[in-house]
């Protein structure tokens, strides 16, 4: 089964060279909104919803299957 993860959209934010500022810039939002995506749920980050899901990969440029990890069932 595969989920959004923070850790992911960290690892396509770095391989791509865009900060969290810049995200957000390309999104119209806070810095803080992206910062708490970027944070694993036991952290307090919070999960985009699926229509942010699909503008945050076209923001990014990279395949929304991108922004997804494997877990168990």
Do not use: F, N, S
């Not at 923070?6 to 791509?16: D, E, F, Q, S, T």
């Not at 060279?17 to 980050?45: H, K, N, P, S, Y």
């Amino acid at each position: 089964m595969r989920r959004y993860g923070a850790g992911a959209l960290r690892v396509v934010l770095a391989r791509k060279a865009i900060t969290q500022a810049e995200l957000a810039r390309r999104l119209g939002l806070r810095r803080q909104q992206v910062e708490a995506w970027c944070l694993d749920q036991a952290e307090g980050g919070h999960v985009p919803g699926a229509d942010t899901l699909a503008r945050l990969a076209e923001a990014i440029g990279c395949e929304l299957d991108d922004l997804y990890v494997e877990v168990a069932a």
